[in-house]
């Protein structure tokens, strides 16, 4: 069989015809401007799609739903009067996290981050999901809605969700595409205040996975 050169980003992975992944990153060498890997390789043990002219590669995240090892906690506040908040509160365990956070609001809103907040009270336990729904994996983190909150602690992240006010209000979503990697035993807390004027329902969704 003839070898074949493929370029692949180096964060990604091969997805091979027997459905197993492989580290495009192992026993690769790097380009001289370093962006991408390269090597010269069989092209049996690589799924090819004829259509596209390509081989088959997933990123690592979704990788990472295949192992089992990605998760997701959300919840949604109904009714949130103006000037009140909407808290989701997220504790590591034994691992780091690395979150991706999404927020939806009906109206303007302002959306936060903090560490190092402190409470008096836990809050709502909220149960946290394994995306791969055919795997048990469990994660070591825990989370809380509505938790009672005596020190705020830093803001790392302070956004406006430009929904408008009073009567006239369309509904506004913020999401990173940017990782908020957590330490492990450490506590962070998503907040979405109402800015609305009148009560608006809101939405917080967090979707990460762990690394040791």
Known sequence: MANINTMSPK???????DNTVINVADGYAKDPDDIYIQRTVDAAPFAYDEN?????????????????????????????ANDANADLRILAGAKKNHIIA????????YSYLYSGTAYSGNGTGVTVHNNNLANANTTSSTAYHTPTVGTLGTAKREMLINGGIG?????GVHSGRIEWIQSTSTDLLFRVTNKAGTAKDISINLEFYEVD
């Open 167 to 171: 009567g006239q209000t369309v509904s």
């Open 102 to 109: 999404t927020v939806s609001a009906e109206g303007k809103a």
């Open 52 to 80: 596209e002219d390509c081989y088959k590669v997933i990123d690592l995240v979704h990788e990472h739903i295949h192992e089992g090892n990605h998760f997701v906690v959300s919840k949604l506040f109904t009714s949130v």
């Open 11 to 17: 964060s990604g992975r091969i997805l091979q015809e």
